[in-house]
């Protein structure tokens, strides 16, 4: 079936760097843009930016440039997230979500990783 | 503080009906689709309804979408303890040229 597989939970100290693993299967991962979602404990839902799965290139939200890397390996069909110089304020959940070609919505979305920086 | 404003909660009991608004502007709701998503505790978000009124393959018939202007609105009908969750509606944003989400409403089901 149809599915995005995550990395496990991270906990990091300030400044450290980490990288979140978005592992897709079921359907052709070129096909169709990977999008990165963040939410912080107990907020809402904050869009990261997106990248192209065709061509690697990166799109990033304003507040996620810098210190945020989007990156594919297309033989093994995953997106990356890597956040460097790490603040406690990065601790959330990092959701990555596929765009449907159709609609433009997220249509699926991975389990979530939970990154924790704390000193 | 959202692009989109949702309520923060609603609240129904079994059975009944409720709506959850989500107000925008021209630069999003206004000329772009609406989607919403359901995130149950601790899950991620799932997909409900997408191009404003579409429901992907599963969703129940029990929830059902509309936009007007610079407005759209999520309803559930028949509800159940189930459906108690946290609700987003999100759209596309021309003038900030990145999607944008509500800042969610929570269901509570008495």
């Known amino acids: 079936q149809v599915q995005l597989v995550q990395s496990g939970s991270e906990l990091k100290k300030p400044g450290a760097s980490v990288k979140v693993s978005c592992k897709a299967s079921g359907y052709t991962f070129t096909s169709y843009a990977m999008n990165w979602v963040r939410q912080a404990p107990g907020q809402g839902l904050e869009w990261m930016g997106w990248i192209n799965t065709n061509t690697g290139n990166p799109t990033y939200a304003q507040g996620f440039t810098g210190r945020f890397v989007f990156s594919l390996d297309t033989s093994v069909s995953t997106a990356y997230l890597q956040i460097s110089s790490l603040k406690a304020e990065d601790t959330a959940v990092y959701y990555c979500?596929?765009?449907?070609?159709?609609?433009?919505?997220?249509?699926?979305w991975g389990q979530g990783t939970m990154v924790t920086v704390s000193s | 503080q959202s692009v989109l404003t949702q309520p923060p909660s609603v609240s129904a009991a079994p059975g009944q009906k409720v709506t959850i608004s989500c107000s925008g502007s021209?630069?999003?709701?206004?000329?772009?689709?609406v989607s919403w998503y359901q995130q149950l505790p601790g899950t991620a978000p799932k997909l409900l309804i997408y191009d404003n009124n579409k429901r992907p393959s599963g969703i129940p018939d029990r929830f059902s979408g509309s936009k007007s202007g610079t407005s759209a609105t999520l309803g559930i009908t028949g509800l159940q303890t189930g459906d108690e969750a946290d609700y987003y509606c999100?759209?596309?944003?021309?003038?900030?040229?990145?999607?944008?989400f509500g800042g969610g409403t929570k269901l509570t089901v008495l």
């Open positions: 999100g759209t596309w944003d021309s003038s900030l040229s990145g999607w944008v």
């Open positions: 021209s630069s999003n709701i206004g000329n772009n689709y």
């Open positions: 979500a596929r765009v449907s070609v159709t609609s433009g919505a997220f249509d699926i």
